[in-house]
């Protein structure tokens, strides 16, 4: 039988709190979610300000960054290419930048979605998240 790291509510709660401090030390107003490796929600939080949106967008980058193992941004890539059919995808949505898979020794155990900002600062948040793992 096969084993793997699982995200704990510890780890969720340190992956929320770095990417918070790196929203609002930017004085960007997002929506942070946080999914385990099947894309199911663990954390959402909107700080003051952000779009109500964002807390569906965020979600569904994570999961969509969740499910298939990388950055939502390289679904984004895909269709910008001309590879239009790829939003026909079951099961995938908000397929723009800004969701980050988590890694561990070569696992993906889960994602961060964060929306409200450009695609790209989005993604730095996610990564300033997952960056307080180690």
Same mark, same amino acid.
């Given at each position: 039988?096969?084993?793997?790291?699982?995200?704990?509510?510890?780890?969720?709660? $340190?992956?929320?709190? +770095? +990417?918070?401090?790196?929203?609002?030390?930017?004085?960007?107003?997002?929506?942070?979610?946080?999914?385990?490796?099947?894309?199911?929600?663990?954390?959402?939080?909107? #700080?003051?300000?952000?779009? &109500?949106?964002?807390?569906?967008?965020?979600?569904?980058?994570?999961?969509?960054?969740? #499910?298939?193992? $990388?950055?939502?941004?390289?679904?984004?890539?895909?269709?910008?290419?001309?590879?239009?059919?790829?939003?026909?995808? &079951?099961?995938?949505?908000?397929? #723009?930048?800004?969701?980050? &898979?988590? #890694?561990?020794?070569?696992?993906?155990?889960?994602?961060?979605?964060?929306?409200?900002?450009?695609?790209?600062?989005?993604?730095?948040?996610?990564?300033?998240?997952?960056?307080?793992?180690?």
């Amino acid at each position: 039988m096969n084993s793997k790291p699982v995200l704990a509510l510890d780890d969720v709660k $340190r992956i929320a709190a +770095a +990417a918070e401090a790196e929203a609002l030390k930017n004085q960007w107003a997002v929506s942070i979610a946080i999914v385990d490796d099947g894309g199911h929600l663990l954390w959402l939080q909107r #700080l003051d300000g952000a779009a &109500p949106v964002s807390a569906h967008i965020a979600p569904g980058k994570a999961r969509t960054s969740a #499910l298939g193992r $990388r950055e939502s941004r390289v679904y984004e890539e895909m269709i910008n290419q001309g590879r239009t059919s790829f939003l026909s995808a &079951p099961g995938l949505e908000a397929l #723009l930048e800004g969701g980050v &898979p988590i #890694l561990v020794d070569g696992h993906c155990i889960g994602a961060v979605g964060v929306s409200g900002v450009k695609s790209s600062e989005d993604a730095q948040i996610a990564k300033a998240g997952i960056a307080a793992l180690g």
